[in-house]
């Protein structure tokens, strides 16, 4: 590992500074681990420290080599990348993919991420795009290097380049006449732009791209505590920093009157502006205390913001007029189909307002001094809220540098965006660095939520039992009232609470089966949503945005239609899927549905039907995107409480070309155990004034004791579909939630016989649809 500079050293974590080295770890666990850097990155000569903020910092040309690849004298390579890391491995993946193309050995490539001031603007992380959005570009920029590095070896070993192969960074020549890639370019840049003519290698040419499975070498920095999380950095002379929050959603700020007893020990100063109110301590406890202390007056709303629980929203939903509407489908005459139809058969599901409940809430720690800003952030898109900032502390974005340190998770836009904000505006205010941590109740209660559904469907089904009409209208909370990622002051809860305006979007969401109805209609409902901003229920992307949502009503409602008109479920989906369109759908299925030893029938099964606890296994599948998953949940369920586990899942998942087996089969893993906590216990509850779930009490998440027994695979992992097209990487991250609800929730029904058609699936909604059908104990 190479060593930290001065910034990096500075700037430390509480856990890395003993004498239990990263080496000393390896040799006594006997693991192989690469030498990737998952610190904060090397600081090169174009990077500039906390002090030296002044002049704007660089912006990196997307097709230029050295905005990628660099090459050091003592032989290292680094990779500069756009996107972050979160918990997933990509850095080893990213490292893999340039040890490929620029033929080095793997430990000699150093992988930077995240930082604004030093990698390019990809977007940052999202839409599970971490490998598939860096495929192309890194290896054209490693292969464009290689080639110019095989004409500066052709002039130094006076050979021509067909004669020239290279082996573990080594140019070899006629007569084995050798030069390194350090010796050719060290600590030079290459000045060139990506080149058409610098062919990238065949994957029937690789050796490491689904090859290797090298160890990702932040695991061992966990396991021993040494992983630097934003949590851990420390700045000198920061400060800290507490929100205060209005008791009632909607309400205003009147005064701020000061405090119960004396002034708080610690306390530095207590600022407001709008609706925004915060207190900045000298240490994180006396925050605490002085916000406890603090007297505020609020002004309620004169009538009730939020609708009083979910049977008011979805009423809400129902009858409230679109903001907008879209029809991203519209094949045949759906509603001539429909009215000529001997049977029609129509349901309606329900689905609630999610948290991110993040391990830990947000932390950021901000600086802002002398014209400029470095945040030090754990989100998934430094470059967007680099925006933000600027945006909301009115100075240029060429003045702010956002650096990635590991975050609790996110997969969506969680509470950090917002934390960095308000860390950056107190900084300001006070001229120091300034630390914020949300608290848990502000966490769960706070943070920007998966956006609620609700969803009809419906049906025509002629006399010879063939569906001829599919009908999918989807009605849904606009999903990005906080952007992904934000990008403005009000797409914070700091900058809407200082009267900022949010961007106006309207996201939509449908499903993407690929089933094949002659007339079949897809329609999105966005309905109005501006009374959830500056509160709990302002909504933004949670991983597979809308997709748990709207998958949870379509494959449902595939099982549906299948046990109406008495065909097994897989059978009934593999009929209405066209090889000529969806042979890779069909292939994922398949492999499913042996892989589960599926045993084909019409009706739920029959095995202990009276007994009190009964089982049953469902199926769904989605693609999203290019990848394509399917699953098989096997469920128990009890139909005295209305407690369903999850015995076993099996998932398979074609994402095209894989190029770390063990990161992909991870990453399905890791989707199943969330989407199935998402699926079962995570509805955020809420009244006609405020969120009510501000704790793991009262926003259950799956514990250590539910996960059930996975088998995950990975289909066609060289990218050869089954027509033999190369597909290449299509995204990992959160292909495998989608189907998850779907599939417990058809394994409900095949166990009991009864349809639940609101998520999560918690005990009290499952008894209370055991009950209304008559089949509770």
Same mark, same amino acid.
């Given at each position: 590992m190479k060593q930290e500079t001065a910034l990096t050293q500075e700037i430390t974590s509480k856990n890395r500074s003993d004498g239990f080295s990263r080496r000393q770890f390896i040799k006594t666990a006997g693991v192989l681990i690469v030498g990737f850097s998952t610190r904060a990155p090397r600081l090169g000569a174009f990077t500039r420290?906390?002090?030296?903020?002044?002049?704007?910092?660089?912006?990196?040309?997307?097709?230029?080599?050295?905005?990628?690849?660099?090459?050091?004298?003592?032989?290292?390579?680094?990779?500069?990348?756009g996107k972050i890391n979160n918990g997933q491995g990509t850095p080893t993946a990213w490292g893999m993919m340039a040890a490929e193309e620029l033929d080095v050995p793997l430990e000699s490539v150093d992988v930077w991420f995240g930082d604004t001031a030093v990698t390019p603007d990809q977007g940052g992380t999202g839409g599970s795009n971490g490998i598939s959005a860096v495929y192309v570009p890194l290896r054209q920029a490693a292969a464009t290097a290689r080639q110019a590095l095989l004409e500066l070896a052709s002039t130094k070993l006076n050979a021509p380049v067909a004669s020239l192969t290279v082996k573990d960074g080594i140019v070899i020549g006629p007569d084995n006449a050798r030069v390194s890639y350090a010796e050719l370019i060290g600590d030079k840049k290459f000045n060139i732009k990506f080149s058409a003519s610098a062919p990238v290698k065949d994957p029937s040419q690789f050796n490491i791209i689904g090859k290797t499975q090298p160890q990702r070498p932040e695991i061992a920095k966990v396991v021993v505590g040494k992983l630097a999380y934003t949590q851990d950095v420390q700045v000198p002379g920061v400060l800290h920093g507490r929100s205060v929050r209005p008791p009632v959603a909607g309400s205003t700020l009147v005064s701020v009157v000061g405090f119960n007893g004396d002034e708080p020990t610690g306390l530095v100063k207590v600022l407001s502006k709008g609706n925004y109110v915060a207190v900045v301590a000298k240490s994180e406890w006396q925050a605490i205390q002085a916000v406890r202390a603090l007297k505020v007056t609020w002004k309620e709303p004169?009538?009730?913001?939020? /609708?009083? *629980?979910?049977?008011? $929203?979805?009423?809400?939903? #129902?009858k409230t007029p679109p903001l907008a509407t879209a029809k991203p489908l519209n094949t045949g005459d759906v509603d001539a189909a429909i009215a000529s139809a001997a049977r029609t058969i129509t349901a309606t599901y329900q689905s609630a307002f999610q948290s991110h409940a993040s391990m830990t809430p947000g932390c950021c720690i901000a600086d802002v001094k002398n014209g400029g800003a470095t945040v030090w952030f754990g989100g998934q898109k430094p470059y967007r809220v680099r925006n933000a900032i600027a945006d909301l502390l009115g100075i240029p974005s060429s003045k702010v540098r956002v650096i990635f340190y590991q975050g609790a998770g996110a997969y969506g836009s969680n509470d950090t965006d917002d934390v960095a904000a308000e860390a950056a505006w107190l900084s300001q205010q006070l001229g120091q660095p300034v630390r914020v941590q949300?608290?848990?109740?502000?966490?769960?209660?706070?943070? /920007?939520? *998966?956006?609620?559904? $609700?969803?009809?469907?419906? #049906?025509?089904?002629?006399?010879?039992?063939?569906?001829?009409?599919?009908?999918?209208?989807?009605?849904?909370?606009?999903?990005?009232?906080?952007?992904?990622?934000?990008l403005i002051a009000g797409d914070t809860l700091i900058g809407q609470a200082m009267g900022y305006k949010p961007r106006d979007d309207a996201e939509h969401g449908v499903p993407a089966e690929r089933y094949n109805f002659a007339n079949k209609r897809r329609v999105s409902n966005v309905i109005p949503s501006e009374w959830a901003y500056q509160t709990g229920l302002r909504t933004a992307h949670m991983r597979d945005p809308n997709g748990p949502q709207s998958t949870f009503a379509s494959e449902q409602f595939v099982d549906e239609v299948a046990s109406a008109l008495n065909v097994d479920a897989i059978e009934f989906r593999l009929g209405y899927l066209d090889p000529a369109v969806a042979a890779r759908d069909i292939n994922v299925i398949e492999q499913v549905r042996k892989a589960a030893n599926w045993m084909s029938r019409t009706a739920p099964q029959t095995e202990n039907i009276s007994g009190e606890i009964v089982s049953g296994r469902g199926f769904a599948y989605q693609p999203r995107g290019d990848s394509i998953v399917a699953t098989v949940a096997e469920v128990t369920v009890n139909r005295k409480t209305g407690q369903v586990k999850v015995t076993k899942f099996t998932t398979g998942q074609d994402c095209g070309l894989v190029v770390h087996h063990k990161n992909v089969t991870n990453a399905i893993e890791a989707n199943l155990v969330h989407s199935m906590s998402r699926a079962l216990y995570e509805g955020v509850t809420f009244d006609?004034?405020?969120?009510?779930?501000?704790?793991?009490?009262?926003?259950?998440?799956?514990?250590?004791?539910?996960v059930p027994e996975v088998t995950a695979f990975i289909v066609n992992p060289d990218g050869k579909d089954p027509n033999g097209k190369f597909i290449p990487p299509s995204g990992s991250g959160e292909p495998a939630t989608r189907p998850t609800a779907a599939a417990i929730a058809n394994a409900i029904f095949d166990a009991t016989g009864v349809r639940v058609r609101r998520q999560p699936l918690t005990p009290q909604t499952v008894l209370a649809a055991l009950k209304e059908s008559g089949k509770a104990i």
């Open positions: 420290g906390v002090e030296d903020i002044t002049p704007d910092y660089p912006t990196f040309d997307l097709k230029a080599v050295d905005s990628f690849v660099e090459i050091h004298a003592d032989g290292t390579v680094v990779i500069k990348i004169p009538s009730p913001v939020f /609708p009083n *629980g979910y049977d008011a $929203l979805y009423e809400y939903l #129902a949300w608290m848990r109740d502000e966490g769960i209660a706070w943070d /920007p939520k *998966g956006p609620p559904h $609700l969803t009809t469907m419906r #049906a025509g089904i002629d006399s010879n039992g063939k569906v001829v009409a599919w009908d999918y209208n989807g009605r849904m909370l606009n999903g990005t009232q906080r952007a992904a990622g934000a006609s004034k405020n969120v009510k779930a501000v704790n793991w009490v009262s926003y259950p998440v799956v514990d250590i004791k539910d």
